[in-house]
Structure formats: structure tokens, C-alpha cells
């Protein structure tokens, strides 16, 4: 099965096929034993996307031309519209990650990912991780992101298989979160 997938940087024409996807993972769509699979908490308009896609920021995976994943990534300007955002850019002086000095200008806001549920556990995750990685290196040398505590898939699925390194935590919204930092010069193994 991902022998067929391939790996794009989104255009315009994908839009539509991002939210569909993103429409049957987004946490106010799920129940809670479909939560339990994972989720996304960020639902992205076509403008926003325009914005994203114009950056060359959204990284794609199709399958016989239909969009199974995506990862957003973008500048802490961009994802400035989202106050959670700012509260947790707010924290960087009190983080530490390896050598970084941790600041928006040499990190950018991973996230979030999203995996068909029928591509989940097949190896999916890794490769589309590196092509967002080696594209998104050239611009910053750290990335970071937060994951709800409650989202346990996706918390395993960066540590263990992408080898994140939680730095931090934090509330917002009555919800808790983590924050994960990783080292973009680094290729998945």
C-alpha cells in the first residue's frame, strides 16, 4: 500500500482534498471512542490554506491522486491568528532543547499531522516526516509543536517513531498539553 504514495508539496488544487480529511479527523466531528484513534484540534480555512500553500508549507501524501496525510508547518506570524499559539511562543525563554537558544525565528509551529486511518501503522509516518523535514531545514534549524495530553496515538507516534523529545507542558483552555522540540538537521532512521 505505500509502495503507491507519493509526496508533494500542496498547490491550490489540493485544497479541497485537505479538508476532506481534515473534516473526518477534527476533534469536534469525533466521538470519544473514535478520539481515542488520535485527532486534529486546528480546523483550517481555504484562506489559510491559500496562505499556507503559498509559503510551500503543507506537505502531502496522495495515493492514486487522493490526498491520505498532510503536515502543516508554518512561521509563529502565520500561526499568530490562534491564541494558543502565542501562549505557548510566550513560554520559549523558560524551554531548553539541546543547544538552542529557542525563539520564533529559528523554530516554526509543526502541525498539525494527519493520517487516513486505513495508512496508519504502515509506515506512513516516517517518510512523509523526512520530505517536510528536508524541505522545511533550509528555512529553520528547530521545529516545534504541542500535543494534546489526551491524544496518546500521536504523543507515541512522535516519540516513538519519530524520536520528538517532550521539553515542556502547558495549560490552555482547560485543556493540558505537551510540547515537543525536534532537531531538524537530524533525518528520521
Given at each position: 500500500?505505500i509502495e503507491?504514495?507519493?509526496f508533494e508539496?500542496?498547490?491550490?488544487?489540493?485544497?479541497d482534498g485537505?479538508?476532506?480529511?481534515?473534516?473526518l479527523?477534527?476533534?469536534?466531528?469525533?466521538s470519544?471512542?473514535?478520539k481515542?484513534?488520535?485527532f486534529v484540534?486546528t480546523?483550517?480555512t481555504?484562506?489559510?490554506?491559500?496562505e499556507v500553500?503559498?509559503q510551500?508549507?503543507?506537505?502531502?501524501?496522495?495515493d492514486?491522486?487522493?490526498?491520505i496525510?498532510y503536515?502543516f508547518?508554518?512561521?509563529?506570524v502565520?500561526?499568530?491568528q490562534?491564541?494558543i499559539?502565542?501562549?505557548?511562543?510566550s513560554?520559549?525563554p523558560?524551554?531548553?532543547?539541546?543547544?538552542f537558544?529557542i525563539?520564533t525565528t529559528?523554530?516554526?509551529?509543526?502541525?498539525?499531522?494527519?493520517?487516513?486511518k486505513?495508512?496508519r501503522g504502515k509506515?506512513?509516518?516516517?517518510?512523509?516526516f523526512?520530505?517536510m523535514?528536508?524541505n522545511?531545514v533550509?528555512?529553520y534549524?528547530l521545529?516545534?509543536?504541542?500535543?494534546?495530553?489526551?491524544?496518546?496515538?500521536s504523543?507515541?507516534a512522535?516519540?516513538?517513531?519519530?524520536?520528538w523529545?517532550i521539553?515542556?507542558d502547558?495549560?490552555?483552555?482547560?485543556n493540558e498539553?505537551?510540547?515537543l522540540?525536534y532537531?531538524m538537521?537530524?533525518?528520521?532512521?
Open positions: 500500500m503507491s504514495v507519493q508539496i500542496a498547490t491550490i488544487t489540493d485544497i485537505v479538508l476532506a480529511l481534515q473534516e479527523y477534527l476533534v469536534a466531528n469525533l470519544e471512542d473514535e481515542a484513534s488520535g484540534t480546523p483550517f481555504v484562506a489559510q490554506l491559500t500553500i503559498h510551500n508549507n503543507l506537505f502531502i501524501a496522495k492514486h491522486n487522493k490526498i496525510a503536515i508547518a508554518g512561521s509563529w502565520f500561526f499568530k490562534w491564541p499559539f502565542n501562549y505557548m511562543s513560554l520559549f523558560k524551554l531548553t532543547f539541546l543547544d537558544d525563539n529559528n523554530s516554526f509551529q509543526y502541525g498539525p499531522i494527519c493520517i487516513h486505513e495508512y509506515g506512513l509516518i516516517n517518510p512523509l523526512e520530505f523535514r528536508k522545511m533550509q528555512k534549524p521545529s516545534l509543536t504541542f500535543i494534546n495530553k489526551i491524544n496518546i496515538p504523543t507515541k512522535h516519540t516513538e517513531k519519530l524520536k523529545t521539553i515542556g502547558f495549560q490552555f483552555n482547560n498539553y505537551l510540547i522540540a532537531d538537521t537530524q533525518p528520521v532512521s
